[in-house]
């Protein structure tokens, strides 16, 4: 078998290299900071709509609901007119 000694060596950085490093990561958190805040507005704007849309999907089912009733009042009040003709 064979066996890889690695060598661990300390890493330098200079001041300007650290500073730089620094920078480089500030912008990928505040980068990262800002597609979370917007997909957290996302989500909120979602979970309003979606709230909105079972609201108006409650609604329209009542309507349905009523307008069907409805329907069956109109379909009986004319089975009766059409049993009392004359044949």
Partial sequence: MIRYHLQKRPLFLDAVANLQHSS???AE????DAKVAQ?????ERLRAENHDLCQQLATAKNDAKRLNERIEGAKVKLESLLARLPD
Avoid: Y
Wanted: proline letters at 0%; glycine letters at 16%.
């Fill in 39 to 43: 997909f957290v507005g996302l989500c």
């Fill in 29 to 32: 958190f505040n980068s990262l």
């Fill in 24 to 26: 480089g990561v500030d």
